[in-house]
């Protein structure tokens, strides 16, 4: 059993634990260093895997054909076009919804998937891929199987041992569930990067254990929570979490420069390393 779980984001589906270890483990040990902490084993970092829960037997991922603006569901299309809002707020090569185009399409998500491509985070992404990332999301939250097998698969890697779970993207949610179901958990400090858990109704308000008057249960395994992203993060829609899940948490900004929402530079940051740090 390991002192630091990490929890990957979305569409990781086609790795597995040791390839995704393989880019995570070296950033994190720089950010311990910028931190001024001592290095940790490799047999002291593990990571909680669930992305092939999003692969479908045989080889391919979920939408095994190409997908496009139209296969787009309800919750698919209010995710992507909240992306797209905070993208062209917060990138000037981004157009946004109001903006004047050129593009001939007068669909409204073909328009955000076209914008989209321009983002530093969604920038080289194909369009069903784009799509396949909002469907990730909406699948954890609406399929009971997918959602309990993910929350499992963390709690499988906390144990007792266990000083810090580190968390990115999708991977917060999960996390933040699990850490709730946990058995095992004690004292833990969680360390979300690029976090959606702040964004209302479509993930916020479907949390489990559900919110109650507008904000979220703190789990109780969790004896310190620092929240790190940065400002051109689209993924982050609500980069303070502090406002949802009490001020007891840490809301803290970094800088990723043109790969604002890479859990590498994420990892690399002075900030995470001392957020981990402490929490060892």
Request: with cysteine; hydrophobic share 45%.
């Amino acid at each position: 059993m390991s002192r630091i779980v990490c929890v990957h984001g979305i569409a990781q589906q086609t790795k597995g634990s040791h390839t995704l270890l393989e880019s995570w483990y070296p950033a994190l040990l720089d950010g311990l260093a910028r931190a001024g902490h001592a290095a940790v084993g490799r047999d002291e970092v593990v990571m909680g895997f669930y992305g092939d829960l999003f692969r479908k037997s045989g080889a391919r991922a979920v939408g095994s054909v190409p997908l496009d603006a139209t296969d787009l569901t309800d919750d698919e299309r209010d995710l992507i076009l909240g992306w797209w809002k905070a993208a062209a707020v917060l990138e000037p090569a981004v157009p946004g919804p109001g903006d004047a185009t050129r593009m001939r399409t007068p669909d409204i998500l073909q328009r955000a998937l076209n914008a989209l491509s321009h983002s530093t985070f969604f920038a080289g992404l194909a369009e069903h891929l784009l799509v396949l990332s909002a469907r990730q999301v909406r699948l954890y939250l609406n399929d009971p199987r997918i959602r309990a097998q993910a929350r499992a698969r963390v709690n499988a890697e906390i144990s007792a041992v266990t000083r810090v779970v580190v968390a990115h993207s999708l991977g917060s949610v999960v996390a933040y569930e699990a850490l709730h179901e946990s058995s095992q958990a004690r004292d833990v400090t969680l360390v979300t990067l690029g976090s959606p858990l702040g964004i209302r109704g479509l993930i916020f308000d479907r949390l489990e254990p559900k919110p109650a008057s507008g904000q979220g249960f703190w789990p109780t395994s969790v004896k310190n929570w620092v929240n790190i992203a940065d400002q051109g993060d689209a993924v982050a829609l609500s980069k303070g979490l502090a406002p949802f899940f009490g001020e007891a948490l840490s809301d803290q900004l970094v800088h990723n420069g043109s790969h604002a929402h890479d859990v590498r530079p994420y990892l690399t940051a002075r900030e995470t390393g001392a957020a981990i740090a402490a929490g060892l």
